[in-house]
């Protein structure tokens, strides 16, 4: 399965989002996912490889893109032209999953 999302540098927020997904995503083999994360320089740039670490703590690999300058609508336009297969899943760097659901591919 393939994975999106636009992030700034919040890898402390990022986590929540990821491991909550993972608790309550079912039917999805993340070590064999790919996740396609546009990390913007906001609100610094500093440590940047942080919010790359904690992606790949949840998904078998991951492409990276890191812009100079931070543009929702270009990390956007980015992350949704990068999968290849029929369906990908999008999620927002700042989300939290409460409740369980399946994907069934």
Not at 23 to 33: I, P, Y
Request: charged share 30%; net charge positive.
């Amino acid at each position: 399965m393939e994975f999106a999302t636009c992030a700034v540098n919040r890898p402390e927020i990022l986590d929540i989002t990821y491991s909550t997904l993972i608790k309550h995503l079912k039917g999805v083999d993340f070590s064999k996912s790919i996740l396609y994360i546009n990390i913007d320089p906001t609100p610094t740039s500093k440590n940047l490889h942080k919010v790359e670490e904690v992606a790949k703590k949840y998904f078998g690999k991951v492409v990276t893109n890191y812009p100079k300058l931070s543009r929702y609508s270009r990390a956007f336009k980015w992350v949704v032209s990068q999968p290849k297969g029929e369906y990908f899943f999008y999620i927002e760097d700042d989300w939290k999953f409460i409740k369980d659901f399946h994907i069934k591919i």
